[in-house]
C-alpha cells in the first residue's frame, strides 16, 4: 500500500513565478528540519479531490471521475525535489447512496496504518449554496473515526472558485459566507466547543482547477469575472486545459490560490499540533474505546455513593418505623 517515490516532474511544468513561491514556501519547512509533509485528502465525491492533488502536483498524477466507482481505493502520490518529500493521500468519496460511507471511512483509516498525516484537506466546493444534515453527518464520521483533534490539523478547501456570486454580493463576500456556513457545520458535527473552535481556527483555501481562464504577464491564468460565449474552440481548449492543467490559476480576487494553499498548508503543518499518528488503536477503534474507560472509575464511584445513601436512608427510616410501634 505504500508510493513510489519519484522525482518532481510535474514540477517544471509551472510557470516560473509559481516555481519561485514554491522553492521559498519549502526552503523554510526544511530550514525547520523538516523535509517530508504527508497530507490527506477527504470529502464528499465529485467535489474536486482528485483534481487538486493534481493540481498540486502539476501533472496527472491521479485519476480524475465524476462517477465514484465502486473499486476506487485510496492513494498515496509520493513526489521528490531538491531532497524534499510530498506525499498527497486521495481517497474515495465518504458519501454512498445518500449516506456516510462507514465503508469507505474503515478503508481509509486501514490504508493510513503506521502514517503519520501531518495536514488534512476537507475538501468541498465554493459553488454549493447550503450545507445540510449529511455534511454534518460527514463531519462526525470522521471525528469518531480519527478524533476531533484531527481538525486542528485541518485546512478547509472549497473549489470551483471561478464563479459570479450573486448580484447583490461581492466575491469576497460570498466567500466569507460560504466558508462560515462549513466551518460552523465542522465545529458542530465535531462537537467542539465554540471557544476551543475559534481558539485554533480552521484556515480557508479557495481553488480552482479548471482550464477556464486567461494568463497574466508571468504566465499565470487569470480568471475572468464576464461570462463568454463558449464556442467550440473555447471549448476544445477547456478540456486541454483540464487534461494538463499545469499552470497556476489566479482567481477572481487576484491570489495566486496553489502558492496560497501550499503557504496555508505549510502554517497548519508548522501549527505547534500534533500531527495524527494512524496505529492500530485507532484503526481498530480501541483508542476512542479506551477514552472512555477513564470514566470508569468515576462512575463505578458515583454508583457506589449512590447505593450507600439508599441504604442509609432506608435504615433511617426503619428506625423511625421502629419507634411508633
Known sequence: MGSVLREWIGFQQFPTATQSKLVELFAKLKEEGVDKLTILVMGKGGVGKSSTVNSLFGERAVTVSSFQSEGFRPVMVSRNRAGFTLNIIDTPGLVEGGYVSYQALDMIKRFLLNKTIHVLLYVDRLDAYRVDDLDKQIIGAISDSFGKEIWSKSLLVLTHAQLSPPDDLSYDVFCARRSEAVLKTIRMGARIRKRDFEDSAIPVGLVENSGRCNKNENDEKVHSLFSEFVTIYSFVQVVYCELLNFELQILPNGDAWIPSLVKEII???????????????????????????????????????????????????????????
Open 267 to 325: 502554517l497548519v503543518a508548522t501549527n505547534g499540533k500534533k500531527a495524527l499518528v494512524v496505529d492500530e488503536k485507532l484503526v481498530s477503534g480501541s483508542e476512542s474505546n479506551d477514552r472512555g474507560k477513564i470514566f470508569i472509575p468515576l462512575i463505578l464511584g458515583i454508583q457506589w455513593l449512590l447505593v450507600k445513601w439508599i441504604q442509609r436512608e432506608i435504615k433511617k427510616d426503619i428506625a423511625k418505623g421502629g419507634k411508633y410501634l
